[in-house]
């Protein structure tokens, strides 16, 4: 495996209620990398991936486009050492 890494990223828009949990869970488990998703108080959604630096930067690029009904104005992403503490990617609450 290449560089390990974890990503927090906060994501603005119209990102709840459009089925962006379920696409960021999908598109998380088709890149391999694990972690959690989930709503945050404030309308935005949290994300939280670790894996390889370069899958997770693929992943960050597919989640900036969002599912078919939302739509992403923000993205705030913080590249962080991974912990390797996540078995799956899974929705959080």
């Known amino acids: 495996m290449g560089d390990e890494a974890r990503v927090y990223a906060r994501v603005h828009g119209v990102v ?7 696409f960021a ?3 998380a488990e088709s ?16 994300v ?14 597919e989640v900036k486009i969002g599912p078919r009904f939302g739509s992403v104005s923000r993205m705030d992403v913080e590249w962080l050492e991974a912990k390797g ?6 929705y959080k609450f």
């Open 25 to 27: 869970r999908t598109l």
């Open 16 to 22: 709840q209620g459009v089925g962006f949990r379920h």
């Open 85 to 90: 503490d996540f078995s799956g990617f899974t």
């Open 31 to 46: 890149f391999g990398i694990k972690g959690y998703v989930r709503n945050v108080p404030d309308g935005s959604v949290e």
């Open 48 to 61: 939280v991936a670790e894996g390889d630096k370069q899958v997770l930067k693929a992943f960050l690029d």
